[in-house]
């Protein structure tokens, strides 16, 4: 730049000079931005295994309540099955029958039914209660 030009941009008050980010800037800027990256960075994964912790406790509720609808009542003498599926989800489903005061006469017999559905960990389950009669066949 030509001496007289920047003397008469120096009595206008403009500064000539070429100013830029000093090195320091610059890190704060990296620094700030790595936080912020993290900080995006571990919510978006908490939110899949959020969503994945869902899908599998909405599949668990799925397999109890089927298992559940395949007895339209229970056997005499009450009822312990069991299951395994390949995808790692275990079920159990017993029945107990109801305790019933002695003035009562029912003539249907209930039962106190419970599916049971684990998958992982021991903690990770979920639980149907319901009441059933008791199955008798047709030809009584």
Known sequence: M????RLQGERRGISTRQT??????ILVAFVILAFAMT????????????????????????????VLNNYQGVPPGGLN???HLENGFDWRITAVARPVDSDQKM?????DVQVDVRW????KHVTLDSVLPEFRSQSS
């Open 81 to 83: 099955q069991s299951g």
């Open 20 to 25: 830029g980010f000093s090195l320091l800037e």
């Open 39 to 66: 900080a995006i960075y571990e919510s978006a994964g908490g939110s899949v295994k959020a969503t994945i912790t869902d899908e599998r406790y909405s599949y668990a509720l799925l397999l109890a309540e089927s």
């Open 107 to 111: 003539a249907w017999p209930l039962y």
């Open 120 to 123: 992982g960990e021991p903690s």
């Open 2 to 5: 030509p001496v007289n030009a």
